[in-house]
T-cell receptor, first 112, second 111 residues
Framework: ETGVTQTPRHLVMGMTNKKSLKCEQH?????MYWYKQSAKKPLELMFV???????ENNSVPSRFSPECPNSSHLFLHLHTLQPEDSALYLC???????????FGPGTRLLVL | DAKTTQPPSMDCAEGRAANLPCNHS???????VYWYRQIHSQGPQYIIH???NNETNEMASLIITEDRKSSTLILPHATLRDTAVYYC????????????FGKGTSLLVTP
């Protein structure tokens, strides 16, 4: 266990559904990240929160909406997704400006 | 971040040492070498990192050449659970948030 948990681990949703992914870190870190990993592709950084402020948003479509209510929790709200959004969504955390990121187990998302 | 080159795949017998190479000939003086691994369909796992000196922890050892243009990750006694894709990442502190994992080396540990 890395100290980063994600729920749910698997999710199937239709294109009209709204769902949320949750991430929690128990490491006392103050930066949290969302990554997307599609089949046969490298990890893509989606969002970064540092000290609870969003500091990076890499041209992610608005159907993905992150929320960081405190330094231990991170959410990714999903609505009207497309089948090409099916992927492994990974959460990570680190200390601010420490390059060592610790990852959660991921949520495997399938959009039908 | 400096570019890295890793072999696409390697095999290792269980109980033997697994030596995974990484070339980073354009590495800058302030760039660290990080190793992560990803077991199928799981999140990446941090293994070790270093700047100049060799490093060892409970998981592995990292050997960095004197000119810093290459490094080797050593798993001293590989087990079947070490089968994974291993990523060598070179980056400087404060160089941005994204970790560029590249294609890595797929290590297969066989009985």
């Amino acid at each position: 266990e890395t100290g980063v948990t994600q729920t749910p681990r698997h999710l199937v949703m239709g294109m009209t559904n709204k769902k949320s992914l949750k991430c929690e870190q128990h490491l006392g870190h103050n930066a949290m990240y969302w990554y997307k990993q599609s089949a046969k592709k490298p990890l893509e950084l989606m969002f970064v929160y540092s000290l609870e402020e969003r500091v990076e948003n890499n041209s992610v479509p608005s159907r993905f909406s992150p929320e960081c209510p405190n330094s231990s929790h991170l959410f990714l709200h999903l609505h009207t997704l497309q089948p090409e959004d099916s992927a492994l969504y990974l959460c990570a955390s680190s200390q601010v400006r420490d390059e060592t990121q610790y990852f959660g187990p991921g949520t495997r998302l399938l959009v039908l | 971040d400096a570019k890295t080159t890793q072999p696409p795949s390697m095999d290792c017998a269980e109980g033997r040492a697994a030596n995974l190479p990484c070339n980073h000939s354009t590495i800058s003086g302030n760039e660290y070498v990080y190793w992560y691994r990803q077991i199928h369909s799981q999140g990446p796992q941090y293994i070790i990192h270093g700047l100049k000196n060799n490093e060892t922890n409970e998981m592995a050892s990292l050997i960095i050449t004197e000119d810093r243009k290459s490094s080797t990750l050593i798993l001293p006694h590989a087990t079947l659970r070490d089968t994974a894709v291993y990523y060598c990442i070179v980056r400087a502190r404060n160089s941005g948030y994204a970790l560029n994992f590249g294609k890595g080396t797929s290590l297969l540990v066989t009985p």
